[in-house]
């Protein structure tokens, strides 16, 4: 179990931006020793996953098997089915097997891409360890799971490591998998600022920056007693998914500046309902209005209302221009506020403005997407996911445009992050489990 898989001296990564090199890891050291969990933690933007994704790659110095979980598993799924997905290169797998221990029974015929996030993050999980690497690299491998499945998820990993001569190394902004590991390696733009065991880095203030909980507002929203006409109504709406079984009926009622968090199991159907909410998915049965105006009366999509804005799970859904300054003239609400103010408003470097959106780091695309909604003047306003794979200060900026949205603003929430939620101001509301299918 001392056996070094991995050894790197003075290692540096740059990336190709127009006319010029942009550093992004600099003089790193790294040992990986068989029998061993490093977590690695930074700030959003220190090169987590620029790491990791070097190391799985085409030029890495590995020599061993290994493989890697991108924290968009959209980013990895390739095949029409589940089951194909899994058998992918591998044609005498059990993916009978796979399904069953990773909680996605009954679904490998189905088009992975119409999976919830959870479930897509744990199919890309179960391909990964399908090719018996002894390196995992995993990306916030609990990111974008409900409290139940994370703790099986960080279960599975020390199952899997003790289980043969291997390695894992996952890159986190979470406290609890920081915990389980066995090294961790914490990295500042680029740089290697801590290294150490959970034990001599527990209570060091660079990581307690990193993954200290949430900061209470110091003036706490307090949502209107009694609400006005609701801006957002859903009413008796149903869903079916593709999958089979479905979700409903829900009913909201959102009245100017109220707060509604979305809480529930993976699959359950809240990214559904905010994307019912936004225009772009038709319920089954039931309705939806927004401002007193029905969506969805004459077609599947609704995209004229301009009332409601989404600041989807993936938060490179929302971008269709080739920089930040233009996604910001996309809306006309920004008015004369400039890319770098609104970069400034969620903690990002104001030459960032330049860029495309897309070559952002996962963290920097999530908070610049939330901006983007949370700065506008939209009467609805709809997050999903919202704190998934950020960091302290990128938790704290986001809170922090919470409390500046304009009054009369409803924010309807997804996220199984019920601490997030109460922190915004919401009042949180449980989805059941998703119904099943009949017989």
């Known amino acids: 179990m001392n056996e070094t898989l991995l050894s790197l001296r003075d290692f540096n990564l740059s990336r190709r931006t127009g006319e010029a090199d942009q550093p992004i890891l600099s003089h790193i050291d790294l040992d990986l020793q068989a029998g061993t969990w490093l977590a690695v933690v930074g700030a959003n933007g220190a090169g987590k996953s620029s790491l990791l994704k070097y190391l799985a790659g085409e030029e890495s110095p590995l020599r061993v098997p290994h493989a890697i979980m991108f924290q968009d598993p959209d ?26 221990e990773f909680s996605l029974t009954g679904l490998g015929d189905l088009d992975p891409r119409l999976l919830s996030a959870g ?3 744990r199919l890309v999980l179960a391909v990964a360890a399908a090719g018996r690497p002894r390196i995992l690299f995993c990306d916030e491998p609990v990111a974008l799971q409900d409290p139940a499945q994370s703790r099986w998820v960080l279960d599975w990993l020390r199952r899997w490591l003790a289980a043969g001569d291997r390695a894992l190394v996952t890159a986190t902004c979470d406290r609890r998998e920081v915990l389980q590991a066995d090294m961790i ?4 733009a680029g740089r290697v600022a801590l290294r150490g065991t959970p034990k001599d880095l527990g209570d ?11 900061p209470v507002p110091e003036n ?42 979305l809480t529930g199991p993976n699959g359950c159907g809240k990214s559904t309902v905010l994307a019912a909410c936004a ?11 927004l401002l007193g105006r029905l969506l969805y009366q004459r077609r599947d999509l609704d995209l004229h209302h301009g009332a409601a804005l989404l600041a989807p799970q993936f938060p490179e859904y929302l971008f269709t221009r080739s920089t930040v300054g233009q996604e910001m003239a996309v809306d006309p609400d920004f008015g004369e506020m400039s890319p770098a103010d609104l970069l400034a408003a969620v903690g990002l470097d104001p030459a960032l403005a330049d860029r495309n959106p897309h070559s952002l780091s996962s963290g920097q695309k999530r908070r610049l997407a939330l901006a983007l909604v949370l700065l ?10 919202p704190s998934a794979g950020l960091d302290r200060a990128g938790r704290k900026r986001i809170l922090d445009l919470i409390a500046r949205v304009h009054p009369e603003a409803a924010l309807l929430v997804a996220s199984h992050d019920r601490d997030f939620l109460t922190a915004a101001g919401c009042q949180v509301v449980e989805m059941p489990a998703a119904r099943e299918s009949g017989p």
């Open 75 to 100: 980013e990895q799924i390739i095949a029409a089915t589940v089951r194909r997905e899994l058998s992918l290169g591998r044609p005498d797998v059990d993916t009978h097997a796979l399904l069953n």
């Open 119 to 121: 479930q897509k993050q």
């Open 185 to 188: 390696l914490v990295l500042e």
């Open 204 to 214: 060091h203030p660079r990581l307690m920056a990193l993954l200290g909980p949430d």
């Open 220 to 261: 706490p929203f307090a949502p209107p007693a009694t609400p006005a006409d609701p801006v957002l109504a859903v009413t008796e709406a149903g869903f079916d998914f593709a999958a089979g079984g479905g979700c409903g009926p829900v009913n909201l009622r959102l009245g100017p500046g109220q707060r509604v968090g």
């Open 279 to 289: 225009g772009v998915r038709k319920p089954t049965s039931g309705a939806v209005s």
């Open 376 to 385: 506008s003047r939209r009467p609805v306003l709809l997050l999903d996911e």
